[in-house]
């Protein structure tokens, strides 16, 4: 008996060491959301960054909803073959709900944090506000009047507009859409009035003359949006909106693979080439160690646990 266990702990060991050595020996699924969103725009990135020193094709697998990939994900066999890309709205949404369908500590296990990127209030020209004070003021003035667009319920854009709301004190109606991407196409068109885009998003239609800048998430002015202010410091003091991005296996993923996936993926990220590709999308890149996600993670889950509560900001 005692043989027979020896012989096991050897073969496990043996098996952990040889299988990241081994990996991967067939295509890997990149699980990502929203269309032309910021966590879509990234993975491809990533994706063609990857494909190459892994020696296997990384196929981006962009799916409609939050929880959607989310769930798809946490089932998926913990082998590395099936991975996820998304915003900090993985961990921040189950705050949003009564029942939440994943544990995002419990269910994936942490790669990398890849970046950031604040967001900025956009408005169509037609809309007749200059400013973040002259939009409170309009919401005010005009209660459940102005639409704000969307991507997927509980997604970035989605956070930042209620947080706006419910810090401004205004009613506005949330117009969802599948994708990012189809949200800030009606508000180019008229159809919508305002939304919380990336900058990445947001600034050529700025820049264009397409779409009105009023203000941008981050705490400091941000040289993705240059000439705008910060929506703190324009009329709504204390509010923040930045997108994050994280790269998951899901859990029991062994740790050695971990290892294998994080260097990887940092060296990629860290690259002159793709740190430029991502900075084009209104990206920064930060390649933290799986640790770093873990500690961003549990900050944001305090921090916004303490808004969303007391905003009573529910997305079920």
């Given at each position: 008996?005692?043989?027979?266990?020896?012989?096991?702990?050897?073969?496990?060991?043996?098996?952990?060491?040889?299988?990241?050595?081994?990996?991967?020996?067939?295509?890997?699924?990149?699980?990502?959301?929203?269309?032309?969103?910021?966590?879509?725009?990234?993975?491809?990135?990533?994706?063609?960054?990857?494909?190459?020193?892994?020696?296997?094709?990384?196929?981006?697998?962009?799916?409609?909803?939050?929880?959607?990939?989310?769930e798809i994900a946490a089932k998926a066999y913990p082998d590395?073959?099936?991975?996820?890309?998304?915003?900090?709205?993985l961990w921040v949404l189950p705050l949003m709900q009564e029942?939440?369908?994943?544990?995002?500590?419990?269910?994936?296990?942490?790669?990398?944090?890849?970046?950031?990127?604040?967001?900025?209030?956009?408005?169509?020209?037609?809309?007749?506000?200059?400013?973040?004070?002259?939009?409170?003021?309009?919401?005010?003035?005009?209660?459940?009047?102005?639409?704000?667009?969307?991507?997927?319920?509980?997604?970035?854009?989605?956070?930042?507009?209620?947080?706006?709301?419910?810090?401004?004190?205004?009613?506005?109606?949330?117009?969802?859409?599948?994708?990012?991407?189809?949200?800030?196409?009606?508000?180019?068109?008229?159809?919508?009035?305002?939304?919380?885009?990336?900058?990445?998003?947001?600034?050529?239609?700025?820049?264009?003359?397409?779409?009105?800048?009023?203000?941008?998430?981050?705490?400091?002015?941000?040289?993705?949006?240059?000439?705008?202010?910060?929506?703190?410091?324009?009329?709504?003091?204390?509010?923040?909106?930045?997108?994050?991005?994280?790269?998951?296996?899901?859990?029991?993923?062994?740790?050695?693979?971990?290892?294998?996936?994080?260097?990887?993926?940092?060296?990629?990220?860290?690259?002159?080439?793709?740190?430029?590709?991502?900075?084009?999308?209104g990206v920064e890149v930060i390649a933290s160690s799986p640790?770093?996600?873990?500690?961003?993670?549990?900050?944001?889950?305090?921090?916004?646990?303490?808004?969303?509560?007391?905003?009573?900001?529910?997305?079920?």
């Open positions: 008996m005692l043989r027979f266990a020896v012989y096991l702990l050897l073969l496990t060991t043996c098996s952990g060491s040889a299988f990241p050595q081994d990996f991967p020996v067939k295509p890997i699924r990149l699980l990502t959301a929203g269309a032309g969103g910021g966590s879509d725009i990234t993975a491809r990135v990533i994706a063609q960054g990857l494909a190459a020193p892994l020696g296997q094709p990384v196929v981006v697998d962009t799916r409609v909803g939050g929880v959607i990939i989310a590395g073959y099936t991975l996820l890309i998304y915003s900090g709205t029942k939440p369908v994943y544990d995002p500590f419990k269910d994936f296990s942490p790669i990398t944090l890849i970046g950031s990127s604040p967001m900025v209030l956009v408005v169509h020209p037609g809309v007749p506000a200059k400013s973040v004070l002259e939009l409170i003021a309009l919401a005010k003035a005009k209660p459940r009047e102005l639409n704000f667009a969307t991507g997927p319920v509980g997604a970035t854009p989605h956070l930042a507009a209620e947080l706006f709301t419910s810090m401004a004190g205004v009613e506005m109606v949330q117009v969802a859409y599948r994708s990012v991407a189809a949200g800030l196409t009606d508000v180019l068109g008229g159809r919508v009035q305002l939304m919380f885009p990336n900058a990445g998003a947001a600034m050529p239609q700025i820049k264009a003359g397409k779409l009105r800048g009023l203000g941008v998430g981050s705490p400091k002015p941000s040289p993705f949006a240059p000439g705008l202010p910060t929506i703190a410091e324009a009329g709504l003091p204390g509010y923040e909106a930045i997108a994050t991005y994280g790269m998951f296996a899901p859990a029991k993923t062994p740790a050695a693979l971990i290892r294998r996936l994080n260097e990887e993926t940092v060296r990629v990220l860290t690259s002159p080439d793709v740190k430029e590709k991502l900075l084009a999308t640790e770093g996600l873990s500690k961003q993670m549990k900050a944001d889950t305090l921090a916004l646990g303490k808004v969303i509560r007391a905003a009573k900001i529910r997305v079920d």
